[in-house]
């Protein structure tokens, strides 16, 4: 086996299913102080490939030309706050470390490392909690009529290297059990994830949104203080 595919099954993967069992096995991404519906029926995941490049340290030659691709993007950019003004949603954006545990945070967003970053013509996935000041207005929006009012809804992205992206809200995907659809991305999307009911509920919340425009902005603006909480 060369280089490439023993580093792929022996540290990949493993990091891959590790990572993003943290969103959506049975030990959940998000929790929810009380339940807010029935839980659907918990379903097993269905099993995925990992992804051809993780965090710009290896890429693989595309398939028809072997060429490695070139990131288009500054390779350091991140995502550092998300903003829905009409759901009164404004929240840093952080990378949970070990420090931390695996438990997400609250008081903040995160990002998913093994997705995209803005810019990326890829998935970016921003996950929090479904609690008061942080993801719980895409919830409750959810709940009524399959969370049509946040069709067409503006999502502000800002990056560390002070650049804001615009997205519009597109789909709402009440109780999914996968990521496959943003890991299969190839054009530019915002995917935000938020919990349906208590800890252990494995179906999640996903708002789909396509991108928009993209402009220079202030640092001020760009680089919120995040105050990460471990959760209670």
């Known amino acids: 086996m060369d280089t490439i595919g023993r580093r792929l099954r022996t540290r990949l993967l493993p990091a891959l299913l590790t990572a ?50 070139t990131p288009t993007f500054p390779p350091d950019r991140v995502a550092t706050r998300i903003v829905i003004r009409r759901l009164g949603i404004d929240l840093p954006i952080m990378l949970q470390t070990a420090e931390y545990g695996i438990f997400p945070l609250c008081d903040v967003a995160m990002y998913q490392p093994l997705l995209g970053q803005p810019g990326q013509q890829r998935a970016t996935y921003i996950y929090a909690h479904a609690r008061e000041g942080m993801f719980l207005p895409l919830l409750t929006a ?43 991305a190839k054009t530019e999307r915002l995917w935000m994830q938020t919990s349906e009911g208590p800890d252990g509920t494995v179906p999640k919340l996903q708002v789909v949104a396509d991108f928009l425009a993209a402009e220079i902005t202030d640092p001020e603006s760009a680089h919120p203080n995040p105050r990460p909480r471990v959760c209670r």
């Open 142 to 184: 959810s709940q009524n009529n399959d969370g049509r009012r946040m069709l067409g809804m503006t999502v502000e992205v800002y990056t560390s290297d002070d650049w804001l992206f615009l997205y519009t809200i597109t789909e709402v995907r009440r109780h999914t059990l996968d990521l496959q659809d943003a890991i299969d």
């Open 20 to 69: 993003l069992g943290v969103g959506l096995l049975a030990n959940g991404l998000t929790t929810f102080t009380t339940a807010v519906e029935e839980p659907p029926v918990p379903r097993a995941l269905s099993s995925f490939e990992p992804l051809p490049t993780f965090n710009g340290t290896i890429n693989l030659p595309d398939a028809s030309t072997g060429v490695i691709p």
